[in-house]
């Protein structure tokens, strides 16, 4: 059988929907037989691990654990979902400080017992903050910790797509980038729907509206419709990160990255970029007037989350950064 890589990957989280989905679709996809499921719930990663050896995955080594000392040692790749998950009426701001706790706590356990891991995709909300962490407290290249940013992108395509009633593949060139919540930017300037360019399509100010409110509220839409967040689309589009990461197929979906140039300083967030083997890769967002100014509001939206942590003592002020993670 042969597979991608036969290098360590960790599933973090594993008990829970998100984590269990991304560890079949990792199996599924061939990344590589050494697969651990870690999650502090014993009795739910028994039962994963019990639904993965009933799928009898050829030649697959699937190992779990509750200890985050035997799960990340000699880890090379990591997927974590290990965090709350959000509820119906929450935004993923809401989970801003309990999960971000989380996320000091797995950052510092990667610094102390994988301190070589090669790429981390953080999945758990709020993605831009939790990823944010993580790199801080991980002492990683940021290369090498990125944030599932997708989800809005492809819900944004998807809404297009029945907008104008067209397969979903045919709509390209239509991203988010910025903050993965409330505040993202939508840009469609460069859009094609089936080839035709979106700018010479006539839009009222209500559609507009209204493709905008379905893009951000994608999220919310799932847990009204299945009464839980959603759970497959972020496994998947997780898991083609990190196969991208390990040397498989480029990963072109916008992505959270660290970003710290003239325009946008010490923050996670989403940006046009592409994932492999070296990492993460970004370049500056092309839009009209008006898109860059929302991502200029997204930016100074998760400057002030950041610095909301920063006061909660999570991670410490920007100077202190370097101090904290020599890398940035």
Not at 165 to 174: D, F, H, I, P, R
Not at 240 to 246: G, N, R
Not at 306 to 314: P, V
Request: net charge negative; hydrophobic share 40%; glycine share 8%.
């Amino acid at each position: 059988m042969n597979y991608l890589s036969n290098e360590k990957l960790v599933i973090v989280g594993a008990a829970g929907m998100i984590g269990s989905n991304m560890a079949q679709t990792a199996l599924m996809l061939k990344l590589t037989p050494n697969v651990c499921l870690y999650d502090v719930y014993e009795p739910g990663l028994r039962g994963v691990v019990a639904e993965m050896d009933h799928c009898a995955f050829e030649g697959a080594n699937i190992t779990w654990t509750t200890d985050p000392a035997v799960a990340y040692k000699d880890a090379k790749y990591i997927i974590s979902s290990g965090g709350a998950p959000r509820k119906e009426g929450m935004t993923r701001e809401d989970l801003l400080k309990g999960n971000c706790q989380i996320a000091e706590n797995f950052g510092k356990d990667v610094k102390k017992y994988c301190p070589d891991v090669k790429h981390i995709v953080v999945v758990f909300n709020p993605a831009d903050l939790t990823g944010l962490v993580v790199l801080l407290h991980s002492g990683l290249k940021p290369e090498c910790v990125t944030t599932l940013a997708a989800l809005d992108s492809t819900r944004l395509q998807e809404t297009l797509a029945l907008t104008f009633g067209v397969q979903q593949s045919k709509v390209t060139g239509a991203y988010t980038y910025g903050a993965h919540g409330e505040v993202m930017a939508v840009f469609t300037s460069r859009a094609l729907i089936d080839g035709k360019p979106m700018s010479e399509i006539p839009l009222s100010p209500e559609m507009w509206e209204m493709i905008k409110h379905k893009t951000v509220q994608g999220g919310s839409n799932i847990i009204k419709l299945r009464g839980r967040s959603s759970f497959q689309s972020p496994a998947y589009n997780a898991v083609k990160m990190i196969e991208a990461a390990m040397g498989g197929d480029k990963f072109t979906w916008p992505s959270g990255c660290y970003v710290n140039n003239k325009f946008y300083k010490n923050v996670m967030m989403a940006m046009p970029s592409v994932i492999d083997a070296e990492g993460v890769h970004f370049s500056e967002p092309v839009g009209t007037v008006s898109e860059l100014a929302e991502l200029q509001a997204s930016y100074e939206h998760l400057c002030a989350m950041r610095d909301e942590i920063i006061e909660l003592g999570i991670i410490p002020p920007v100077s202190d950064w370097k101090k904290c993670n020599p890398n940035l």
